[in-house]
Every structure is written in structure tokens, then in C-alpha cells.
């Protein structure tokens, strides 16, 4: 062991050094690695906390999103709802005040002013009604009822329309209820 060094955090001791250097050397570079192993133990402490924390975050976010999400759902429908109520109050005020011994005109006008009323209010929603009779029958807009012979429409034409069909926003909500041509 003679004029072998050995190398240390601390520093350089060669073999010819007082066992005390040695010694005191060694603790140096132990006291060093202790500090390096405390510094790193808080790092991995402060970087745990980070991460939980966020962890955390991020599930009160996708919680949070969840119940707008839902209260969103719940409430979609609350201005059609509103507007509806106006139609129903002028419903019951046209009931109200028919009287059997005046002209049934009057209840039929308040009726059809209600009726447009309404069609006004799907239309804002952006319903559209179709209008099918004497176009091709197509199965993605018309559901059939009946086939029958009509020699005034070519084949396989809608002859008639027994209930309305709409679409919404170009999607079919509700198919025409159709009599087809043979």
C-alpha cells in the first residue's frame, strides 16, 4: 500500500497518511453523503406532494365537469320549457273563456293562433317539418304505411303524408308517416 491513493468525495489520502486523516476523511465524505441522501429525500418528499397535489386537481377538475356536464343536461331544455309555458298559458286562457253559447269560431282562431305559436317555437329551435308528397320515396325521411296503385304518381312517389316528419339541424327526428305509390 505504499504510495496508493484512494479517492474520497472528500479528497485524495494516500497510504501514508495518519490513520486520524484517514479517519477524519471518511466521516467528511460520509457526512457529505448523508447531507446528498437528506436533499435528496426532500426532493422526492416536494416532488411527491407536487404530484399528489395535482393528482388531486385534476380529479376535483373531471368531478367538476361532471356535475356541470350533468346540471347542463338537466337543464337543456329549460328555455323551450320556457317558451312552451307561454303557449299553455294561452291555452288555458282560450279555455277559459270559451263559452258554449258563443261562436265556435272563436275557440278554432284562438286555437290556430296557438298552433302557429307553437310551429313558430319548433322552428326557432331549429326544427324543420318535410314536405314529401309527390317526391321519391326515401326510407331515411319517410316510414310507410301503405303501398297503393295511383296512376297519377310514378312509382314508389309519396302519394300522401298521414303524419308530418322534421328534421333538426339536418338529422331526421321524426320520419313522415307516408302512403307510397305501387
Sequence with gaps: MDDKKFDFTAGEVNASSSSEDRQEVIENGQEQLQEEISQLKEEIKTTNEMYLRALAE???IRKR???EREEYVKFAALPLVKKMLAV???L???LSMYNPKQDPEVLVKGVEMIHTRLKEIVEQEGAEA???VGKPFDPQYHQPLSIE??????ENTVIEELQKGYTMHGRVIRPSLVKVSN
Design 130 to 132: 318535410l314536405y314529401v
Design 58 to 60: 385534476a380529479d376535483n
Design 65 to 67: 365537469s361532471a356535475r
Design 149 to 154: 296503385q295511383n296512376s297519377n304518381y310514378p
Design 88 to 90: 299553455i298559458d294561452d
Design 92 to 94: 288555458e286562457r282560450a
